[in-house]
């Protein structure tokens, strides 16, 4: 009879609280449809971690345990595999048809600098520091994966604040958009000519990009490598078997195995600190940040160029693709619903793919230079 | 009341006496290299993107 109520008697309050967290993380999945591909298992492992039974926890542990092991803590092969999914699933003839947007992609990484040099105010040892500003990146497999490399002790909510802060993109950048530009700027009217680009092109872009990135920052070599090589797939025309199985089968599956995989950081003992909340805090500044960083660029551009830029398209900056370019489109049709800036707001999304990458490699080496690791 | 700034007031000092100079030093430059490294690239691959279009476009 005992054997019933026995473990009841095992369960403590910061269990009850990472159920709570869990459970949150699930609402807002299913309820309000925000990421629900990785917050719905990260919520669900998040519970199953933080079981209080010693048997179910030794037997959760040894499962989600394992597949950290082999998925992230070994060789990072989660976000990399996820990267070649998400490569073919990007049309990058936005960006290629008018290749100067890729500017906003980069000063949109501002944020992550900014992050790094307030986490650090903070407190937080460099490395740490470094894994927090990644949050800017606002690319899940970009986090996780330079969390990883500098040896982070806080992937669970870096992993839980990049995707949530990805999902609340549509809530965040309006406000901050608003409040960057002036009524007469966010009117100002792009023209888009529908240039073609050569399917040549489209082929050499993955080649050439890879090569680029690999001289100035190799050790972002795994992450836009595999991005690329996905793209490859998709514009090369001779693997479409391939690239729907990339865009389909292998995202979804990695994406299952990912989103329970990182709640094994999600332990009670590891994720309810105050570092936790304030890496949140940090989280949130980076996003904003790094749309500020883009506007202002366009700002910036306005006072030396004749043909004006809408300012706006530089929050589209943000790698949160494709929402950030949805945002954009959408306040320039609230304000003139003539104006259509999607093309424009998306060639500089997918810019930002690149640039976070970019960030990401260049945070590694520099981190890593300075740490001697 | 005045107890309470000053409590306010140790607690400030506290905070900016036990930041790490050397940190923030560190993190600065890694924001002047990283941002730099950034628009380099870019750069490059804006210019590498316009010479392929320039000679493979009809």
């Known amino acids: 009879m005992e054997i019933l109520y026995q473990n009841l008697l095992n369960i403590e309050l910061q269990h009850v609280i990472m159920w709570i967290i869990g459970g949150i993380l699930i609402y807002l999945a299913i309820a309000k449809e925000m990421e629900p591909t990785l917050l719905m298992p990260m919520g669900f492992g998040a519970i199953l971690v933080n079981l209080p039974l010693e048997q179910a926890r030794t037997g959760v542990q040894h499962v989600i345990g394992t597949l950290f092991n082999i998925g992230i803590e070994g060789a990072e092969l989660f976000p990399l595999l996820l990267f070649i999914g998400i490569g073919a699933m990007i049309d990058f003839e936005p960006l290629l048809t008018n290749p100067k947007m890729m500017i906003f992609g980069a000063a949109a990484q501002f944020g992550i600098f900014f992050t790094l040099f307030m986490a650090s105010l903070f407190g937080f040892e460099l490395k740490d520091a470094a894994s927090i500003a990644i949050i800017g990146a606002a690319d899940g497999p970009t986090s996780i994966f330079v969390a990883k490399e500098l040896g982070s002790s806080y992937m669970g909510a870096i992993s839980v604040a990049a995707y949530s802060y990805m999902a609340l993109v549509p809530l965040v950048q309006p406000p901050i958009i608003k409040l960057c530009t002036t009524k007469k700027e966010r009117l100002i009217k792009m023209e888009y000519k529908g240039k073609k680009v050569s399917k040549l092109t489209k082929i050499l872009f993955p080649i050439v990009v890879t090569v680029i990135v690999a001289l100035v920052a190799p050790d972002a070599v795994a992450l836009i490598g595999f991005l690329m090589f996905g793209n490859l797939l998709r514009e090369c025309g001779v693997t479409n078997s391939l690239s729907e199985t990339a865009q389909n089968v292998l995202a979804n599956l990695i994406t299952i195995l990912l989103g329970l995989t990182i709640a094994n950081c999600m332990k009670a003992e590891e994720f309810l600190k105050f570092e936790t909340l304030l890496i949140m805090g940090l989280g949130l500044v980076a996003f904003i940040v790094d749309t500020f960083g883009g506007i202002m660029l366009a700002k910036l551009m306005n006072l030396f160029t004749k043909k004006k830029i809408n300012p706006m398209i530089g929050a589209a900056g943000i790698s949160a693709f494709p929402m950030s370019a949805r945002v954009v489109h959408k306040m320039g049709l609230e304000e003139d619903n003539s104006n259509f800036l999607l093309m424009h707001s998306i060639g500089v999304n997918v810019s930002g793919q690149i640039a976070s990458v970019i960030a990401g490699g260049l945070i590694l080496a520099l981190v890593k230079g300075m740490l001697g690791l | ?58």
Do not use: P, Q, R
């Open chain 2, 1 to 58: 009341m005045h107890e309470f700034i000053m409590n306010i007031g140790y607690a400030v000092l506290e905070f900016f006496y036990s930041i790490d100079v050397g940190n923030l030093k560190n993190s600065l430059s890694i924001m002047g290299i990283g941002m730099l490294g950034i628009f380099i690239v870019t750069g490059v691959i804006i210019l590498t993107i316009t010479l392929l279009d320039k000679l493979f476009s009809k």
